[in-house]
C-alpha cells in the first residue's frame, strides 16, 4: 500500500522528507514524496527556506496519485498559503493526516501569513490534525498549560475548524497525548525519554497514516505511533541529533544477526565438544549474546555433557538463560562493547592458563556478600560482577567465583562477540 508524503527537506537529515520516508518504510508501507520546500538548516539552527512554486507541488502529486492506490496521505510543511490551496485541493477525498508545521523548533517561520490562515479554512477541514502545544495555543488562539487545555484545544480543532479529529501531542508538557475522535477524549500517557527529539512531529504523523493505511483503528493507531516514536528517540542519531526513525528495523536485523551468531557459535563449541567436555558444570554451561540494544539470546535449556562430547539440549532463544542475561548486562554497564559470555566448571587449571596467555583476570568471593543482597531474592549475580570489576583497573576477560553452600564454583568468559568468546575458549583449552 502507498502512503503519499507531502512535506520539505530537512538538509540536516533529521525531520522533514526524510524522517517520514523512513517511517513509512519502517512500518512496511511504500512512501510517495512530494517535496514543497527546501529548509536550509543543520540541528543547530534554520537559515531560511524555499518554497517550489505551488504548480510544481500539483504536478508532483498529480503523477503519483494517478498511478499508485494511496490509502492515507500525510502532508507537513508547506511553505506557503498556494500550496496550501492547492494540497487541499489535491488531496481531497484521501485519509488525510496534517502535521500542521508553522514554525522550526527553533522559532523559525516555515509558512508565510497567508498560508496559515489558508491552512485553517481550507486543510484543517476534513483532517487528522496532530499539533504539538505550541501548534495548537497558535491554531485556537488559546494558552495551553495542562491537559484538560489540550481536550479543550481538540474539541476547538473539531468542533469550530472542522478537522475529522484531533490530536494534541504534549510532549511539551507531560507527555500525555490527547485524541478527540467522535465526540470522545482518550489520553495517551508518556514519560521523559532520554535522546534527541528533532523529527518526532514528522514520525509521529507519518507513523500515524501509515498505520491508518494498514486499517488500524484510529485510537490504537495513535497509541502504537506515539510507541514508535518513542522507540525512535530512544535509539536516535548522535551525528543527525535527530530521531532515529529506522530504529524498529536495526533492533530486527541486530536480533537476527545475535541469534545466528550465537548459533554458528555454539556449532563451533561443539567442534571441540571432548576437550569442553570436562570444564561442563554439573549445571551445564550457556552461551549468552546480547544485541547492541541489550536484548539477550541464549541455549535454551543449556549445553550439557553428552558421553565424551556436549550437546546443546534446546535452540538458540532470546531470554533463554536469567542467570547469564543478569551477568552480561551489568558487565555492559561498565563495557558496553562487551556482548558476549559462557560459563565454565571452575578449575585452578582454567585460571593459571588464562593468566598464562595474558588475558585478564577477576573474581569475586561470595562469602563477602553483604546481607541485604544474600537476602534478597536475586542481586547476587549483579552484585559479584560489579565487585570483580572494580576489583581490577582494565576490563576482564575473565570472572570467576570459588562457589558457596550450594553454589557450583564458576569462571565467566567474556568477550565483544560469541565468536571472540570462542576463540578465547578455544585458547584456554590448548
Known amino acids: 500500500m502507498a502512503v503519499l508524503i507531502i512535506a520539505g527537506l530537512d538538509t540536516g537529515g533529521g525531520a522533514g522528507l526524510k524522517a517520514d520516508i523512513e517511517t513509512v518504510s519502517a512500518l512496511g508501507e511504500h512512501p510517495l514524496p512530494v517535496l514543497t520546500s527546501v529548509t536550509y538548516q543543520n540541528p543547530e539552527k534554520v537559515s531560511g527556506y524555499f518554497s517550489l512554486p505551488a504548480e510544481v507541488v500539483r504536478e508532483e502529486i498529480r503523477a503519483v496519485r494517478g498511478h499508485f492506490d494511496i490509502k492515507a496521505v500525510k502532508v507537513g510543511v508547506l511553505g506557503s498559503g498556494e500550496a496550501v490551496k492547492i494540497v487541499a485541493e489535491e488531496t481531497r ?36 490534525v496532530t499539533p504539538n502545544v505550541p501548534e495548537a ?27 475529522k479529529t484531533a490530536v494534541v501531542k504534549g510532549g511539551h508538557l507531560d507527555y500525555t497525548d490527547v485524541l478527540y475522535w467522535n465526540g470522545e477524549f482518550y489520553e495517551f500517557r508518556g514519560e521523559m525519554i532520554e535522546g534527541f527529539t528533532h523529527g518526532t512531529g514528522c514520525a509521529f504523523s507519518s507513523a500515524l497514516a501509515s498505520l ?51 548459533k554458528n557459535a555454539v556449532k563451533r563449541l561443539v567442534e571441540m565438544g571432548e576437550l569442553l567436555n570436562p570444564f561442563v558444570p554439573e549445571v551445564g554451561t550457556n552461551f549468552a549474546y546480547a544485541t547492541p540494544q541489550g536484548e539477550v539470546f541464549a541455549v535454551k535449556g543449556r549445553i550439557v555433557r553428552y558421553g565424551k562430547t556436549i550437546k546443546p539440549i534446546g535452540p538458540v532463544e532470546l531470554n533463554a538463560s536469567d542467570h547469564l542475561k543478569r551477568a552480561l548486562l551489568k558487565f555492559r554497564e561498565f563495557y558496553p562493547e562487551v556482548r ?15 593468566e598464562k596467555l595474558g588475558l585478564t583476570v577477576s573474581f569475586y568471593d561470595r562469602r563477602e556478600e553483604p546481607g541485604e543482597v544474600k537476602r534478597a531474592e536475586r542481586g547476587t549475580m549483579e552484585w559479584g560482577i560489579e565487585t570483580a570489576i572494580r576489583r581490577v583497573r582494565e576490563r576482564p576477560d575473565v570472572i570467576y567465583h570459588l562457589g558457596d553452600w550450594g553454589k557450583e564454583p564458576m569462571v565467566l568468559v567474556f568477550g565483544r562477540d560469541a565468536r571472540e568468546v570462542v576463540r578465547k575458549v578455544k585458547e584456554l583449552l590448548g
Open 212 to 262: 491508518l493505511a494498514k486499517g488500524m483503528g484510529l485510537p490504537e493507531a495513535v497509541e502504537e505511533a506515539k510507541r514508535f516514536v518513542e522507540t525512535a528517540i530512544v535509539f536516535s542519531s548522535s551525528e543527525g541529533k535527530c530521531i532515529n526513525p529506522l530504529a524498529p528495523l536495526e533492533i530486527d536485523v541486530e536480533r537476527w544477526r545475535t541469534y545466528s551468531g550465537l
Open 340 to 354: 558476549a559470555v559462557i560459563n565454565l566448571r571452575y578449575s585452578r587449571e582454567l585460571i593459571e592458563r588464562t
Open 93 to 128: 477525498g484521501l485519509l488525510r493526516v496534517l502535521d500542521p508545521v508553522l514554525t522550526s523548533s527553533t522559532g523559525h517561520p516555515l509558512i508565510d501569513v497567508e498560508g496559515v490562515e489558508t491552512l485553517k479554512d481550507l486543510l484543517i477541514p476534513g483532517s487528522i
Open 137 to 163: 495555543e497558535k491554531l485556537t488562539g488559546m494558552k495551553v498549560s495542562s491537559v484538560e487545555d489540550m481536550k479543550k484545544a481538540a474539541r476547538i480543532l473539531v468542533d469550530e475548524f472542522g478537522a
